[in-house]
T-cell receptor
């Protein structure tokens, strides 16, 4: 079945440093989504990418979808303490009603 | 709109006990999902329901059953709880279109401990 790998598992940064998490799928995706989960909370949708090579920005967050639609990245510029949490990518192959396959997430820990 | 609601928020069970986790959504979504989240394992799909009246197994269905009671409600039952089922359980809902996955809306979760 489809597998979605996400690295790194943990990332420690100083406040103000940049952060990037990477996502790779074993199969071509129809679309990819990114979610954020704050400590003790539930996953919250951030964005969806659909087109090959697509780049979207949300303030300090930049999301990219690879040309082959098998990989994606999330980059945060100048991290702030409010960015703490776990970031998940979730890929859809477009075939089934089971929706998304989630990566295991990247835990972002920020040291002030 | 309340979005996706789950009850209970916390539960402690003894091995062998049974319980049902409740989930309801008020967004008129067709699809609903149950996930479990364990440290280092991400979100794993237990069961899903593409529409009212249908349910299907996900990645880790053993030890669980589900019921799609109506379009709004999707419950998860543990018939005989085991310590390996200690986890955080999330319900989610989304729209469904053939060939396209829409964003999923998650409930606040149920933190279950089986002793």
């Amino acid at each position: 079945g489809q597998q979605v790998m996400q690295i790194p598992q943990y990332q420690h940064v100083q406040e103000g440093e940049d952060f990037t998490t990477y996502c790779n799928s074993s199969t071509t995706l129809s679309n990819i989504q990114w979610y954020k989960q704050r400590p003790g909370g539930h996953p919250v949708f951030l964005i969806q990418l659909v087109k090959s090579g697509e780049v979207k920005k949300q303030k300090r967050l930049t999301f990219q979808f690879g040309e082959a639609k098998k990989n994606s990245s999330l980059h945060i510029t100048a991290t702030q303490t409010t960015d703490v949490g776990t970031y998940f990518c979730a890929g859809a192959s477009g075939g089934g009603a089971d929706g998304l396959t989630f990566g295991k997430g990247t835990h972002l820990i920020i040291q002030p | 709109n309340a979005g996706v609601t789950q009850t209970p928020k916390f539960q402690v069970l003894k091995t062998g006990q049974s319980m049902t986790l409740q989930c309801a959504q008020d967004m008129n979504h067709n699809s609903m999902y149950w996930y479990r989240q364990d440290p280092g394992m991400g979100l794993r799909l237990i069961y899903y329901s593409a529409s009212e009246g249908t349910t299907d197994k996900g990645e880790v269905p053993n030890g669980y059953n589900v019921s799609r009671l109506n379009k709004r409600e999707f419950s998860l039952r543990l018939e005989s709880a085991a310590p390996s089922q200690t986890s955080v359980y999330f319900c989610a809902s989304s729209e469904l279109e053939t060939g396209f996955a829409y964003e999923q809306y998650f409930g606040p979760g149920t933190r279950l401990t089986v002793t």
